[in-house]
């Protein structure tokens, strides 16, 4: 028998039903699959730790009310989906819930940031890295960086060149400081928020 396995992407706009979708679709994987351990198996990723976290909770509630035979609109919707009966469900939620529980490092719903970190950890000393790095995110010095590359680039690229004068000139017919590299990184800080 040949082993498939599929990679699927949900994109949607904030409040148009994404986590129950994905939570769906993850308690459908786990209680069609013959394995009991395929959560072992499964990534799920999403942007924000309180996605993550909101995911697992439901997936959690979900399996807990599955087992006790409460039928949920996610049951019914996954039952009518999967035609699995009732009582399979129950008992397949059952014993899965408590492998997950007992197996909770191998629950991996997690965020990109999180799922990257781990891969570059995993290859750290192929990289170069200490095995114990820590990664640091300071915006601000980042943008800042970001700033004096651009700069660092006037007379090299002649389009950035010519953009970057006339925005210098712009200033100074304002009377404003024809320093430009501080309202460059003035302006890359609006788009932060």
């Not at 399979?88 to 799922?115: G, M, P, R, V």
């Amino acid at each position: 028998m040949q082993n498939s396995s599929t990679f699927q992407i949900y994109n949607a706009s904030a409040g148009s039903g994404k986590t129950f979708t994905l939570v769906k679709e993850y308690l459908k994987i786990l209680l069609v699959s013959k394995d009991i351990f395929v959560f072992q198996k499964i990534l799920a990723i999403t942007f924000t730790n309180k996605a993550a976290a909101e995911m697992k909770q439901r997936v959690l509630t979900g399996l807990q009310e599955f087992s006790e035979g409460k039928k949920t609109p996610v049951f019914l919707i996954i039952q009518q989906e999967t035609g699995l009966e009732a009582i399979e469900i129950e008992k397949k939620s059952k014993k899965i819930l408590y492998l997950i529980l007992q197996n909770y490092a191998a629950f991996h719903i997690t965020t990109i940031d999180s799922f990257t970190h781990k891969i570059i950890k995993s290859f750290a000393f192929d990289l170069g890295l200490s095995q114990n790095f820590e990664v640091e995110m300071n915006a601000t010095d980042l943008l800042d960086k970001a700033v004096e590359v651009l700069i660092s680039k006037i007379g090299i690229d002649e389009k950035l060149t010519q953009v970057l004068i006339e925005y210098a000139i712009d200033k100074s017919d304002d009377d404003k400081s024809w320093d430009i590299s501080r309202s460059l990184a003035e302006f890359s800080k609006i788009l932060l928020n």
